[in-house]
């Protein structure tokens, strides 16, 4: 049975372990974000310094326009959970810390939102706490159009993520393993939804032909979720080790891996008959700090999702400290931004790259030229001089 399957259908047993299921994943992620720091594919991307092309932090600006939206800042809170007493008091929490710092916010999977009334109470707490925020729903693939309607309208959402997770599913006891329906449904959705509709994987990465499939549905919003953060195939595995699919780890794209391979349609502007395509780029997976975002933007990002980080910081601190955490961040962004000379996010496409270890192993396996990418900004001063 589908994660995604209504509950009409459903006995209450199911719906009872549907909400454990709930609280299993958050209790699950916040141990993996207690074990300590690992490696990832951000620690293997560094900018070559150029200590004289530096800019003072009074002159960036880091609000970033994504099409039709202006966001304050180029990280958001991303997509975590909601449904049960428990997770109300997360996205409560969540909602406050997002109305106070004026980042833009987005939701758990509200499947279980639309079958139940009860649990509705999960997410609409956030609009209580956070009425003129930027909020963002979310569903699952396999929901209907009709159901993307009602979540966007229970929430008054002003975007609404589709999630797609395959390998999640995979592993899931209770999850679904038939995607064949799954491109056809979502392209529904886009059609239908009174908001635009994000696209996002769930911590295994969108390769550029999904990409460039998300693209040929009419898809213009697309988060690569890449693995490095929470890690779902092991929250499942850890759920159901009876049915364990541990021989998948390590499975899929990081963040970085999917921004540099994602096709010219999603990083350039296309001029269409009827005007400028402009599709927006999204990235998260394993954002731990200020750094990660900034070498996210720079590896074609429009702006960074953060979910583990900032729930740990909730579950520890409350939303007072994930407050103090996010102006933390605003202040060290912008002085890195001023450290390798950029006053928007955008001038950081300009920035010199090097990809070192297992991230450049993916890039020329892929055939991405890595020796462009650490002489960028000689082509950006060459256009400057035109």
């Not at 092309?53 to 939206?69: A, F, H, K, M, Y």
């Not at 908001?195 to 990409?211: A, D, H, M, Q, W």
């Not at 928007?344 to 991405?368: M, V």
Request: negative net charge.
């Amino acid at each position: 049975m589908s994660s995604e399957t209504p509950a009409s259908v459903e006995s209450p047993e199911t719906k009872a372990s549907r909400a454990s299921r709930k609280d299993d994943h958050v209790r699950l992620a916040s141990a993996q974000q207690t074990e300590g720091p690992r490696r990832t594919d951000f620690d293997d991307l560094e900018f070559v310094h150029h200590a004289l092309s530096g800019t003072s932090p009074e002159r960036v600006d880091l609000s970033v326009n994504l099409s039709e939206w202006t966001w304050p800042t180029p990280f958001y809170v991303n997509g975590m959970t909601g449904g049960t007493e428990t997770t109300a008091k997360i996205n409560r929490d969540l909602a406050i810390a997002a109305a106070e710092t004026g980042l833009p916010m987005a939701c758990g999977s509200m499947s279980v939102a639309l079958d139940d009334a009860e649990a509705a109470k999960g997410f609409t707490v956030i609009r209580e706490e956070n009425p003129d925020g930027f909020v963002m729903g979310n569903l699952g693939a396999g929901r209907s159009a009709d159901d993307a309607r009602r979540a966007v309208e229970l929430l008054r959402a002003d975007a609404l993520q589709l999630h797609i997770n395959p390998v999640q599913e995979t592993a899931m006891p209770e999850g679904t393993r038939d995607f064949s329906t799954w491109l056809s449904g979502l392209e529904d959705i886009v059609a239908a939804c009174p908001v635009p509709v994000v696209v996002k994987e769930v911590g295994f990465g969108l390769s550029r032909r999904t990409l460039t499939l998300l693209a040929e549905v009419g898809v213009q919003f697309a988060d690569v979720s890449g693995a490095g953060g929470t890690d779902f195939l092991r929250i499942e595995n850890d759920r159901s080790p009876a049915d364990d699919f541990s021989m998948l780890t390590g499975f899929g794209q990081s963040a970085l891996a999917c921004l540099l391979d994602a096709p010219p349609e999603w990083t350039t502007q296309t001029t269409m008959d009827d005007g400028v395509s402009n599709r927006v780029l999204l990235a998260s997976g394993g954002v731990r700090n200020p750094y990660d975002v900034v070498k996210a933007l720079a590896c074609g990002a429009r702006a960074v999702g953060v979910a583990g980080t900032f729930l740990q910081t909730v579950l520890d601190h409350g939303p007072d400290g994930l407050v103090g955490l996010v102006r933390t961040w605003k202040t060290q962004i912008s002085a890195l931004f001023a450290l390798l000379g950029a006053e928007r996010s955008t001038d950081l496409t300009g920035t010199d790259l090097l990809t070192r270890g297992r991230l450049g192993e993916f890039a020329r396996l892929r055939g991405i030229d890595v020796t462009a990418l650490s002489h960028r900004s000689d082509v950006h001063s060459r256009r400057n001089q035109l």
